[in-house]
């Protein structure tokens, strides 16, 4: 048996993928990225992006950057427990605490560390994980690479999370949920969350990287969506969404963020978080607190789209946020749906077994702030188009 057989056969799917025109991963964009952007020579309207407010590509963001090159170079040559960690660094973390109102923040070099990292050094032996069957797959890996027991409940399903708290009475429980759900765009229900981690001793974190920007009055998520900051324990997020760069944070009391940054792995093994990174998601705050008319676009364009599917007889799930997932429940029309959208002047995700359950395929589409009246018209004629030549309307 030879370790490289299955990479034989991978190679041989994708192939097959290519050959037909349904091959939709590592496509090549020519543009920045913005609610239109160029792929293999071709302009197209985004709508797979989660760029949700604009910003990745804002002049103050941009020049932010540069400055921050300027200033402290490209890199920092190693982990910020060692020779990294810049003045910089330490303010955005001030920066963080003081918007998401918790005593202090730890910033990583991504999102997918933030919660391995945050997670695997929080949840030990004798603790135990209560997680969203649909959480997001960073969570899942953070889980897996603790030494505690990991607990899974049907997707916001609170009869199911009672279950799993009853379960593991007795031990440490932290629920760890996504505060919108990356594919299907819905909220989990923090209300009830918060009521039950209180009635069996539980904390709570947050991750809340598609919410960050989008929900709460200030744009700081779901616990302000719902009003319960002070009783969320923990909010991660990352840089990758609405704060237009790389990287990702963990905000919450001064006690667990020091714990942190001195165990997580994740953050003591790996490269610090590059300066223009950093300057750029200190202004990305800075735009959010000052333009909350960008948010109002935002959600004007949202109602917008979910209503126009809805009218197009699209199935758009429980989504009721930027993140629109159209249900197609076939992978081969997916993929058709996809390749046809592309030829109409239409950039958008599909999404298959195993990043959805079987049966459950969809096309995640996403909106931007910056996205104009014309261009989303231009969206659904070109699914009303396609939809009614593959017989999914």
């Known amino acids: 048996m030879d370790i490289?057989?299955?990479?034989?056969?991978?190679?041989?799917?994708?192939?097959?993928?290519?050959?037909?025109?349904?091959?939709?991963?590592?496509?090549?964009?020519?543009s920045p990225q913005d609610s239109e952007v160029v792929v293999n020579g071709k302009r197209v309207i985004m709508i797979g992006s989660n760029n949700y407010l604009g910003l990745a590509n804002h002049p103050r963001v941009k020049e932010a950057a540069i400055h921050a090159i300027e200033k402290y170079g490209s890199g920092l040559a190693g982990s910020r427990f060692l020779n990294g960690n810049l003045e910089i660094h330490e303010e955005l973390e001030e920066k963080l605490a003081r918007f998401f109102r918790k005593e202090a923040a730890l910033v990583f070099a991504?999102?997918?560390?933030t919660n391995v990292g945050t997670i695997s050094a929080l949840v030990d032996r004798n603790d135990v994980a209560i997680i969203d069957r649909y959480d997001h797959a960073s969570i899942i890996d953070g889980c897996r690479l603790s030494f505690g027991k990991v607990q899974k409940f049907h997707h916001n399903d609170m009869g199911?999370?009672?279950?799993?708290?009853?379960?593991?009475?007795?031990k440490a429980q932290l629920i760890i949920v996504d505060g919108v759900f990356s594919m299907e765009g819905d909220i989990t229900d923090l209300p009830a969350i918060v009521r039950?981690?209180?009635?069996?001793?539980?904390?709570?974190?947050?991750?809340?990287?598609?919410?960050?920007?989008?929900?709460?009055?200030?744009?700081?998520?779901?616990?302000?969506?719902?009003?319960?900051?002070?009783?969320?324990?923990?909010?991660?997020?990352?840089?990758s969404k609405s704060l237009a760069?790389?990287?990702?944070?963990?905000?919450?009391s001064s006690e667990v963020i020091s714990w942190v940054k001195h165990v997580a792995r994740s953050l003591m093994f790996s490269a610090s978080l590059p300066p223009p990174q950093v300057a750029a998601v200190s202004t990305a705050l800075d735009i959010?607190?000052?333009?909350?008319?960008?948010?109002?676009?935002?959600?004007?364009?949202?109602?917008k789209m979910l209503k126009g599917f809805k009218s197009l007889g699209y199935d758009t799930g429980t989504s009721e946020t930027p993140i629109i997932p159209i249900i197609i429940r076939d992978?081969?029309?997916?993929?058709?749906?996809?390749?046809?959208?592309?030829?109409?002047?239409?950039?958008?995700?599909?999404?298959?077994?195993?990043?959805?359950?079987?049966g459950r395929e969809l096309l995640r589409t996403s909106y931007m702030a910056t996205h104009t009246e014309d261009q989303l018209d231009k969206v659904l004629v070109a699914f009303e188009k396609v939809g009614r030549e593959l017989g999914v309307i």
């Not at 999370?161 to 007795?170: F, N, P, S, Y």
């Open 4 to 30: 490289f057989e299955k990479c034989v056969r991978a190679i041989e799917y994708e192939s097959g993928l290519r050959e037909s025109g349904h091959y939709f991963f590592f496509r090549k964009l020519e």
């Open 110 to 113: 991504t999102g997918y560390q």
């Open 160 to 170: 199911d999370l009672e279950r799993a708290l009853d379960g593991t009475r007795g």
């Open 196 to 239: 039950l981690a209180k009635a069996y001793g539980a904390r709570i974190m947050v991750d809340d990287a598609h919410a960050i920007g989008v929900l709460g009055n200030g744009g700081r998520g779901t616990p302000e969506h719902f009003g319960l900051e002070n009783e969320v324990d923990l909010i991660m997020g990352t840089y």
């Open 245 to 252: 760069a790389v990287g990702g944070f963990i905000a919450g």
């Open 288 to 303: 959010i607190e000052e333009q909350p008319e960008l948010r109002t676009r935002l959600w004007k364009n949202t109602h």
């Open 331 to 358: 992978t081969p029309k997916t993929y058709q749906m996809c390749k046809l959208l592309f030829e109409n002047g239409v950039f958008v995700n599909p999404v298959a077994s195993p990043g959805v359950p079987p």
